[in-house]
């Protein structure tokens, strides 16, 4: 596996011509990482996730749907919309090229813009990471509170403002995230 030195060279290298989604990288790296050490987690694989979440972001249409149809069917690729294919494109690219093996990390960058029902550790770190990190120009500090007290908490509460941020805008919300909201709902009322 790569190390987190190397995945930030490569985030450098790939996000070179876009400043601001650089920094933001940067960003979730340092709270990923802080939220990793905070609970016990590699802080290492939070690192390579963090830098790696994003590298393609900028891909165009027909490269990442080049990428995906080797993996996925079109069915497949219908449920997700395309603001959410970057995290799978990077998932592929992490394996394909840089040779990640490890499911954990794997996953924390493929679900990082939608979330799943039982997500891992990292994953959830990845996840509210990418969401609270400071520069966001929304306000994020009591999440990014919330998560050092009560992870699964916070990755309820950024589920919900997703899937309203979404709604009021009219755009689909993938079922994994609605599935992942009833997951906490159902945990939170002693369900699971
Ligand atoms: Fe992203
Ligand atoms: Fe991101």
Do not use: C
């Not at 979730?28 to 830098?51: F, G, N, Q």
């Not at 493929?110 to 990471?129: A, F, N």
């Not at 306000?139 to 589920?159: G, P, W």
């Amino acid at each position: 596996m790569i190390s987190s030195n190397e995945a930030r060279e490569l985030a450098v290298q790939f996000l070179a011509k876009v400043p601001k989604r650089l920094s933001h990288t940067e960003s979730v790296a340092t709270l990923a990482k802080k939220l990793a050490i905070h609970y016990h987690e590699d802080s290492e694989k939070a690192l390579v996730a963090s830098y790696l979440h994003d590298i393609t972001k900028y891909y165009s249409k027909e490269r990442a749907l080049f990428l995906l149809s080797k993996y996925y069917s079109k069915a497949e690729i219908k449920m997700w919309p395309i603001q959410t294919w970057h995290g799978l494109t990077a998932e592929i690219y992490a394996k394909e090229h840089l040779l990640v093996d490890d499911f954990d990390t794997l996953n924390a960058i493929k679900y990082h813009t939608v979330g799943r029902p039982k997500m891992s550790l990292l994953e959830k770190i990845i996840y509210v990471s990418d969401y609270a990190e400071e520069l966001r120009t929304f306000e994020t500090k009591d999440i990014r509170e919330l998560a050092f007290h009560d992870l699964d908490l916070a990755v309820y509460k950024v589920l919900v403002h997703v899937k309203n941020h979404l709604d009021l805008t009219n755009e689909k919300v993938v079922g994994l995230s609605i599935d992942a909201i009833k997951y906490y709902q159902n945990r939170f009322n002693g369900g699971i």
